[in-house]
């Protein structure tokens, strides 16, 4: 039997113990987890390809619960601008966006993510099947929707076109490996009551995810307050919409009500922490959220909005914002939120039983932090040294369905120049029309 081994490293399993095993093995056969313990497995693994891991620490793959990869054209742009989102992101998608630029954007934002230890992605956006063919061709695993809006979009000349094109995309790659094609109303103030029921229809047709952004936006939360005396969250609960595939992203804006609801409908939820605190858009109750025992994972949201794609940033800016904002620094102590960025992600995904722990006969999606460089050491808890020593610089090693993607912090098999001065050939012409706006 053939394999990899990887040895020497102190395994956070993120399993349901949360053990952690100190100078230990993990060996993998094809795209499973084969065995996890202690070094004296080394010797019974010999003939497998051997990864020593310098005393690092292994954890299960991250995972980003919410981005739109193919927004890092416009990343930068209109940072501090009020109304950023209906002043330069939609005019400039409108006019911009085609299947060369979501094809070239993915390309570049998983590199990126890949680079910074993220083997999962939940992703929204227009030309989905151009974010699917790219990611199942770099071989990495995603959750992927199709964009449906009241208004044309760039890939469906007519409003709510997202449907159609949705279930086009949802038959060509159900059943794949890598991929979970999903459906994607933008949002309750984009979609109306027909769209939202359409888009669930076919959640529950395929039983696949549904993803929305949810209780994000103040105009939003008015607009259903003033409209019909509800909040967004009792405005979708009275659609009859929510359930366990409906993953809401940001979930900022809620009730005690509204958080019953969603603990009830077995909703997952993205929390985009470095999004909402730069859209000065408030801190979602997650503390709340966690005690009820629902299923969290951290996310970026597009890189316009959170201008990452990583999740070690999140995280530390989790722990910082939670403490800050309850004036309490002993809140979400960092074993959660590293559980949110791996097993907690892949719950809000349904992907839990597959991925986001280091266990026997779940996918090979690992990540590798080195411990060497200057602002690793010393370490007296592995989990606070990944929330608040680590960057992502500091990711060494990625693996993803038992493939070795990133290895000396170089990705394998990508030239990532080319990627590269493919993104920077876009830049002029962003700036051309962003000009006008
Ligand atoms: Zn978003």
Not at 112 to 117: A, Q, S
Not at 166 to 172: D, V
């Amino acid at each position: 039997m053939s394999g990899i081994l990887i040895k020497n490293v102190n395994i956070l399993t993120m399993n349901e113990e949360k053990t952690i095993i100190p100078k230990g093995v993990v060996a993998i056969s094809g795209n499973i987890i084969l065995e996890v313990g202690d070094s004296t497995l080394e010797e019974k693994y010999k003939d497998f390809i051997t990864i020593d891991g310098e005393d690092g620490i292994l954890m299960p793959g991250m995972v980003n619960c919410h981005t739109h990869a193919a927004m890092v054209p416009f990343r930068s742009l209109a940072d501090d601008c009020g109304d950023r989102l209906r002043k330069y992101l939609f005019p400039l998608e409108q006019k911009l966006v085609d299947r060369e630029l979501v094809a070239i954007g993915a390309k570049y934002a998983l590199c990126e993510m890949l680079l910074g230890g993220v083997t999962t992605f939940c992703d929204m956006y227009y030309f989905e099947d151009e974010v699917a063919k790219v990611s199942k061709k770099m071989g990495v695993r995603a959750v992927l929707g199709e964009t449906v809006v009241n208004f044309p979009a760039p890939d469906s000349k007519k409003p709510y076109g997202g449907l159609c094109y949705g279930e086009e995309f949802i038959k060509s790659w159900m059943g794949d490996d890598l991929i979970t094609p999903a459906i994607a109303p933008h949002a309750p103030y984009s979609n109306d009551e027909i769209s939202l029921k359409k888009a669930h229809k076919l959640s529950k047709k395929y039983n696949i995810p549904m993803i929305m952004h949810v209780a994000e936006m103040d105009f939003e939360y008015l607009y259903y307050k003033e409209q019909y005396s509800l909040s967004p969250v009792k405005y979708l609960n009275s659609l009859g919409i929510l359930d366990e595939n409906f993953i809401g992203a940001h979930m900022i804006l809620l009730d005690e009500g509204d958080l019953d609801i969603l603990q009830s409908n077995g909703v997952g939820v993205s929390h985009n922490m470095g999004a909402n605190s730069k859209g000065a858009k408030g801190v979602a109750p997650v503390l709340e959220m966690y005690k009820r025992g629902m299923k969290i994972g951290l996310g970026t949201d597009g890189p316009m909005s959170g201008n990452t794609l990583d999740i070690i940033t999140q995280m530390a800016l989790v722990g910082k914002v939670h403490k800050l904002y309850n004036k309490d620094r002993t809140i979400l102590p960092a074993h959660e939120i590293v559980e949110m960025a791996t097993i907690g992600g892949a719950r809000a995904l349904n992907l839990g039983e597959k991925i986001g722990s280091i266990e026997v006969g779940k996918k090979a999606d690992l990540v590798l932090i080195e411990t060497t460089s200057v602002n690793m050491q010393p370490i007296y808890d592995y989990y606070s040294t990944i929330v608040y020593s680590a960057n992502p610089s500091n990711v060494h090693t990625v693996i993803v369905d038992g493939k070795i993607l990133v290895r000396d912090k170089q990705l394998i098999g990508i030239d990532f120049l080319n990627v590269k001065k493919e993104l920077l050939n876009l830049r002029d012409k962003v700036e051309t029309i962003a000009k006008e706006m």
